[in-house]
């Protein structure tokens, strides 16, 4: 099973929004709903922002968003803040009843 | 307070065995399905094998499939990861990582929604 695809790193000034992208197949976010985005800071262990492509669990700031399009899963960051910098990970459910995550973006706040 | 700590990371021999624990409190540990994650220095996550709640159910990522088995106790509140013929590759910090429950839908989703802190494990001659 390979790991999903993602932009190395995504950049934007305060305020502004961006987006990351997490491809993957037919087999994994293409057929099932349970992609997930994890936010980890230097240092820090990975927290869940986003579960079942757009729910956000509780005490997540509404600024997260998740959507999906075909094999292609997203993270929308609105109103980009300084303590939004940190890596960003996907995870998908797959055919093969295992999960994968993507390598990881780098979110900079210019 | 959901609370998760891992234990039994270490240095140990290619080819050797050792076993995780990761000790639940906070919430009805018998009611979640439970996963170990890995993460190698300067890598991204990697999941390891997934529980369900009652045990009756696991699942593991090929590169481990016949060498680790998952288990859990939850008359401990205890989730174990038994990991044999250890590999360099496989030195990493292994996080136990609970599933979560949407209140509105009122289902146990699949993330892993609450991590530990990590236990580390390097696999070294």
């Known amino acids: 099973q390979s790991a999903l695809t993602q932009p190395a790193s995504v950049s934007g000034p305060p305020g502004q929004s961006i987006t990351i992208s997490c491809t993957g197949t037919?087999?994994?976010?293409?057929?099932?709903?349970?992609v997930s985005w994890y936010q980890q800071s230097p240092g820090k262990v990975p927290k869940l922002v986003i579960y079942?492509?757009?729910k956000r669990p509780s005490g997540v700031s509404n600024r997260f968003s998740g959507s999906k399009s075909g094999n292609t899963a997203s993270l929308t960051i609105s109103g980009l803040q300084t303590e939004d910098e940190a890596d960003f990970f996907c995870a998908s459910y797959t055919s093969d009843k295992i999960f994968v995550f993507g390598g990881g973006t780098k979110v900079t706040v210019l | 307070q959901v609370h998760l700590v891992e234990s039994g990371g270490g240095v140990v021999q290619p080819g050797k065995s050792l076993t995780l624990s990761c000790e639940a409190s906070g919430f009805s540990f018998s009611k979640y399905g439970m996963h170990w994650v890995r993460q190698a220095p300067g890598r991204g996550p990697e999941w390891v094998a997934l529980?369900?709640?009652?045990?009756?159910?696991?699942y593991y990522v090929d590169s481990v499939k016949g060498r680790f088995t998952i288990s859990r106790d939850n008359s401990k509140n205890t989730l174990y990861l038994q990991m044999n013929s250890l590999r360099a590759e496989d030195s990493a910090i292994y996080y136990c990582?609970?599933?979560?429950?949407?209140?509105?839908?009122?289902?146990?989703?699949?993330?892993?929604?609450?991590w530990g802190q990590g236990t580390t494990v390097t696999v070294s001659s």
């Open positions: 037919t087999s994994d976010i293409g057929t099932y709903n349970f």
């Open positions: 990582a609970s599933q979560g429950y949407d209140s509105s839908g009122s289902y146990y989703y699949y993330a892993m929604d609450v």
């Open positions: 529980i369900y709640y009652d045990g009756s159910n696991k």
């Open positions: 079942d492509v757009h």
